[in-house]
Each structure stands twice: as C-alpha cells, then as structure tokens.
C-alpha cells in the first residue's frame, strides 16, 4: 500500500516538472525573446544614427543631432541651444513619429 502511494506521489512530481517546463518555455517565447529583440533593434538604430537626423529623446525633447561622440549625441533644439543626451536617451526616430497620421 505504500508502495502505491509512493508511486503516485512520484508520478505527480513528473508531471509538476513537466508543467513548469512548459510555462517557462512559454514564458520565454512571449516575454523574454521580444524585450531581447526590441533591445538589439534599439540600439542598431541608435548605433545608425548621423549627424543631422532628427530624433526624440526618452524626456520627449524634439531635436536634430548636430554631434554624434562615442558614448552622446549633442542635440540641436529650438532657437539654436545645444543639450548633450547619453545615447541610451534616444527613443524614437522624429522623422518618422512626425509623419504617423493620428488615431
């Protein structure tokens, strides 16, 4: 009898196991693979970045690059004032968020 008893309590660990492995792969597919490639697409853009694109920054200050250095850009903002941003500062490409047509 308690044999039995140890064969099924064994049994249900499996499938415990084989539960969790399954939510985790689930769980890396649908959370963590998208952040990882939105993370890479990111800063290929930012890497692709010149000077005189326009960009919006992650404070949402419009600006054009008027300096790109190793690890900031010098932007351009209105009336001629130049702010220094570190790169990881840089959300969106401006040309491109300008010209989306509104919901």
């Not at 308690?2 to 792969?25: E, K």
């Not at 130049?82 to 491109?96: G, P, T, Y």
Request: charged share 25%.
């Amino acid at each position: 009898m308690i044999s039995t008893i140890l064969l099924q309590a064994g049994g249900m660990g499996t499938q415990n196991l084989i539960m969790f492995g399954l939510i985790a792969v689930v769980f890396y597919f649908f959370m963590i693979r998208p952040q990882v490639k939105k993370q890479k697409d990111q800063k290929k853009y930012v890497d692709e970045l010149k000077k005189g694109d326009r960009v919006i920054t992650s404070a949402g200050i419009h600006g054009r690059i008027y300096e790109v250095a190793e690890t900031t850009f010098l932007i351009e903002v209105e009336n001629g004032a130049r702010i220094r941003f570190d790169k990881s500062a840089i959300s969106l490409d401006a040309s491109k968020a300008l010209n989306t047509p509104a919901k």
